[in-house]
């Protein structure tokens, strides 16, 4: 946890960066979370604003973002090095086209936002998914040992965005890292997918919160491990299930492609070590009848997101830079 955090500033070369400032955004339901950073890597500007829904809206929010951070940087929306976006949803990153992205109040026909934005700021902008571009920003944090990981994202459903060798891995058709559909119980609930028993359905913040919902108005993830924490034997059961089959995704990561780290990032890993700690002793149980298991050393690989470093922000950032690179 330490090194994720150390690292934020690690130098150029391990990231590929070319020379100049460029800006990431995460482009959330709610809010803009930009990053503006320095031609050696390091973090030298956030800005935080909320998001205007909406096709127009989202463009008017992020101009707004660039023009901001590149104000810090003393240049022009123009002369920045490249303007990368993390947007929540489905993108096309060859053109950067938003095809669905319901939080942000864009669905229908594919919206060229990436082109439109190019256009209004005179700088190349490239859009992706806001997984894949938190997958690089991890990699980036995490330096020259953040070569091979996967960021799993536990929120609504429950995904990955998968670095190997120091790239991303996006598949044949994009569907790389999405295991939170890999069925895990067969009796299991019905996913929206159309299979039953998914990872997603066990593993999600939706899932926990059907199973123990928020009852004093904070999220359900803290207030289920808070009466875990007191002793109340059901919580202390669903956060063993919970943790138990987050630790399923990161064995089928591990096996899968072998990374070295599996971050956890997504609105659950708010809940910091205590859920680190929870998934690391279900790893444990689970790979001690197994030698196989106990050799690849799986609680050792799972890490949290750095809280201190706006990792998606962060990784839209270093994905715009490299388009020009
Ligand atoms: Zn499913």
Redesign the pocket.
Known sequence: MSDVRTAASMTSEAAGLTSGYAVGLDVGGTKVFGALLSADGALAGTVRLPTVRGREGVVTSVVRAVEELALEAGVLPGELSGVGLGVPGLVDPATGSVVHAVNLGIDGEPFALAEILAARLGVPVVADNDLNVAALGAAHALGPRGRDLAFLALGTGLAAGIVIDGRLRRGASGAAGEI??I?IDPLGPL?????RG?V??FASGTALGERWPSRRGRPAPAELFEAAEAGDPRAVQIKAEFAAAVAAAVRILVLTVDVQHVVLGGGVSALGDTLLDAVRVALDEQSRPSPFLTSLRLADRVTLAPTDVPVAAMGAAIAGRRKVS
């Open positions: 939170g559909h069925p996913c929206p997918c159309g299979q998914c997603e359905t």
